[in-house]
């Protein structure tokens, strides 16, 4: 599967944002899709995660309660909905995909997950 991910930009603190991941193919339904982010000069971490179906999502706590993660398997597209941004979610965020059974838990480390998207920037000033 191959992945696109879109729509970072420069907000401001407080402003919203919403990123899409837009997958190639016929199988994306067969993968759980997370969202991770990478500062300058800091590791990628962790954002959230989705099931195959939608139905279980996972947060970093840094997140929980601002950011809403979501899909819509017939348009093969994921999104990851921003809600006050603060300058400390500037990032480049990436979407990956994890083949996954559909039972599985939902994966949040970085080496479960086999494809990835090229980045999109989101810079919030303060």
């Known amino acids: 599967v191959q992945l696109q991910a879109s729509g970072g930009g420069l907000v401001q603190a407080g402003d919203s944002l919403r990123l899409s991941c837009a997958a190639s193919?016929?199988?994306?339904?067969?993968?759980?899709i997370g969202w991770f982010r990478q500062a300058p000069g800091k590791e990628r971490e962790f954002v959230s995660a989705?099931?195959?179906?939608?139905?279980?999502?996972s947060y970093a706590d840094s997140v929980k309660g601002r950011f809403t993660i979501s899909r819509d398997n017939n348009k093969n597209t994921a999104f990851l909905h921003m809600n006050s941004l603060r300058p400390a979610d500037s990032a480049v965020y990436y979407c990956?995909?994890?083949?996954?059974?559909?039972?599985?838990?939902?994966?949040?480390?970085?080496?479960?997950?086999?494809?990835w998207g090229q980045g999109t920037q989101v810079t919030v000033s303060s």
């Open positions: 990956a995909a994890s083949r996954t059974i559909q039972s599985a838990p939902i994966p949040t480390d970085s080496g479960s997950y086999n494809y």
């Open positions: 989705i099931s195959r179906g939608g139905g279980r999502t």
């Open positions: 193919g016929r199988t994306f339904s067969l993968y759980a």
